[in-house]
């Protein structure tokens, strides 16, 4: 094979090289449903206009984040609410927000004052409102295992 035949078929396979790592990251961007949001709400504007309301009367962004918004002093490692209708159902939600001690429900790893607060007191069309749009929240099956498990990891404190 002479040095010119030798240039040329390199160069081909270059090219055939480049074409084929091309269709490889084509590909990935293709699979487009890993690059979307994976959580989303099913809640009416109504529901969800109500429930936010009710969400910063209580302060529940002091310790949780949603939509990936926390407050820039947030230190408390609670677990995020995004998909937590997905995680919980709607009678534990509800159980959960009415108990007098939570942590009876869900154990906590963390001191006192950083705990899930008991909303106990707080009036049942708040709750009820509240409840709905949690259970509302959820997330396309596709990361429910990845939220299944940084939700453990927030709870626990370790790897699961
Ligand atoms: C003082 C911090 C704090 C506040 C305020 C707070 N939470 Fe929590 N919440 C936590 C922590 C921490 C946990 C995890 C359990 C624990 O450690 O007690 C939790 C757990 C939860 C869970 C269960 C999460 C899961 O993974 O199952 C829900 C739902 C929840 N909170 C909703 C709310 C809502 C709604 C509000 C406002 C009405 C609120 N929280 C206010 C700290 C807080």
Redesign the pocket.
Known sequence: MRKGEKIILLGIAAIVLTLMAKNALYQDDVNEEEKELPFFTTASTQLNRDAMA??RK???K???SLWTVKDMMQT????A?DG?GS??SREW?AD??AAAE??KI?S???KP?????S?AAMPEQERAT?VDY?ASLKVKDWYLEDLKKS?CK??TGEAC
């Open positions: 009710i969400y209580y302060q529940c002091s310790c949780h408390v490692p609670a677990p609410l937590i995680l919980r939600l959960y927000l939570p942590q869900l906590s790893r963390l004052e950083f705990r899930m607060p909303y509240l949690l939700e927030k709870l």
